[in-house]
């Protein structure tokens, strides 16, 4: 796979798991722009694709669920600036429940302007892990961007995604999330894999792409120990107010949805991934 193929991002993770992990990339690669997992369903777009606007994504198929933007490159890239408007907007103005971001670039006035516009119906999580050699922005940076929205109203969550166990400054992520008062952060593992030419070796881990949380007992005593608490994303995302559907209409537009041209991304069968679905939906 050329570097020309991969997924383009500013931040340009060493280890991104959506360009090096093959398995993942082949998909997205291969034409995939729709995904979906026990926590949400993911609608994804490379610069070079048209706007979501022109794009025929079934968003009547999502009533009653939780949709993300971006799995593949960073939603608060500003080439994405009206993909986000819009995505927002569809969601604002469905049966959708929530929108959920993951980014490693800190939000601009013009982001802020964005999502306070649909505060009710969002959750922004930031990766926070502790590989600032890794990364080209930082972790200090990207918790000044949570505490920022934090302040202006907007549901948001740290996550060390991914976890490397003797790499990740875990010591550093946990006492600045401590010292503003974030109180739950999620972690994961890491999958490495031998396309990952730009990372040193790390012997600890497969070269298959496995996903693997070495260490998980050291990070979660020492943010025990600094007041802070692992929650699970997926119940951290799904945890909402807002009413679902009925049990018969989830299990029609799950059933429609997935004989579309949909990436199950999950380490779980896929049907175990439609009973989550169709779960999350009522």
């Not at 706007?51 to 009533?63: C, V």
């Not at 802020?112 to 890794?134: H, P, R």
């Not at 991914?162 to 952060?185: C, K, N, R, T, W």
């Not at 979660?220 to 018969?248: C, F, M, P, W």
């Amino acid at each position: 796979m050329s570097d020309t193929q991969r997924p383009i991002c500013p931040v340009q993770c060493k280890y991104c798991m959506a360009a090096y992990v093959s398995r993942r990339a082949d998909y997205w690669n291969s034409g995939y722009r729709l995904g979906i997992n026990k926590s949400c369903v993911f609608i994804n777009r490379f610069p070079n694709d048209p706007t979501l606007s022109e794009m025929s994504f079934p968003y009547e198929l999502m009533d009653g669920d939780f949709i993300g933007f971006q799995g593949i490159t960073d939603c608060f890239w500003d080439v994405y600036l009206d993909d986000l408007r819009f995505i927002a907007d569809k969601v604002q103005n469905s049966d959708i429940r929530k929108l959920t971001l993951i980014s490693k670039i800190p939000a601009s006035k013009k982001h802020f302007e964005i999502l306070n516009q649909i505060k009710d119906k969002l959750t922004v999580c930031y990766s926070v892990t502790g590989l600032d050699e890794y990364e080209n922005t930082t972790t200090k940076e990207r918790i000044e961007a949570l505490c920022a929205l934090r302040e202006a109203g907007v549901n948001v969550l740290p996550v060390m995604h991914p976890y490397i166990h003797g790499l990740s400054d875990y010591h550093a992520v946990i006492d600045q999330l401590a010292q503003y008062d974030f109180h739950e952060m999620n972690w994961k593992g890491f999958r490495h894999d031998s396309h990952m030419t730009l990372m040193p070796k790390l012997p600890q881990y497969p070269n298959d792409g496995t996903e693997l949380m070495l260490g998980e007992d050291i990070v979660s005593n020492y943010a025990n120990q600094r007041g802070i608490q692992y929650v699970g994303l997926k119940e951290y995302l799904h945890r909402t107010n807002i009413k679902g559907v009925s049990e018969d209409v989830a299990k029609k537009q799950v059933e429609e949805l997935m004989n579309m041209d949909i990436v199950v991304s999950s380490s779980d069968t896929r049907e175990e991934v439609i009973k989550a679905v169709i779960r999350r939906r009522i």
